[in-house]
């Protein structure tokens, strides 16, 4: 059985217990979250969250990429969410390499250099403030709060970045 075979078996026992029930579009905490999409990062346990309270926006590295906004524009534009929280996380991939150095290896290997920045940093705390100050820049994120954080991955523990000052 392969391991998608298995996620559907999951998957029918989990409907069996949930039953059907309709749950609104519109999260009910007016919440949006941009993080990572690093498989340690149980927000829904570490943060008390339940099905349809927010919007979770995962990429690697939680970045504000233009998708990451376009994802916000919508769910805050069409979906009401007023609140942004943006977690990154302790030993994160994005600091084990130069931006530059993987950049040339994927030109290397497909033969084209990544359109995109790849997001590799040194200092998460750092790396929050830059994503919360692009998201207060963008004309597409109305957020009445956003703030920043970081979460450790082998404790759990979620601590706050302080924004840097004008």
């Known amino acids: 059985m392969s391991v998608i075979d298995e996620l559907i078996a999951h998957n029918r ?3 069996d217990r949930h039953g059907h029930r309709e ?11 941009l993080t990572c999409m690093d498989s340690r990062l149980d927000l829904f346990g570490a943060l008390g969250l339940n099905l349809g309270e927010a919007h979770l926006i995962r990429n ?7 998708d990451a906004v376009r994802s916000l524009l919508l769910s805050q534009w069409l979906l009401g969410t007023r609140v942004v929280m943006v977690i990154h ?5 994005l600091e084990t390499f130069e931006e530059a150095t993987l950049a040339d290896g994927v030109a290397d290997h497909f033969g084209v250099r990544p359109p995109f920045r790849l997001g590799a940093y040194r200092d998460v705390e750092e790396d929050v403030r830059s994503t919360l100050e692009t998201l207060h820049a963008s004309p597409f994120v109305n957020a009445t709060e956003i703030r920043g954080f970081v979460f450790d991955v082998d404790d759990g523990d979620l601590r706050e970045v302080s924004q840097r000052t004008s």
């Open 60 to 66: 690697a590295g939680g970045l504000a990429s233009d």
């Open 23 to 33: 749950m609104p579009t519109m999260p009910q905490l007016h919440l949006a979250v």
């Open 13 to 15: 026992a989990y409907v």
């Open 89 to 93: 996380h302790t030993r994160c991939g």
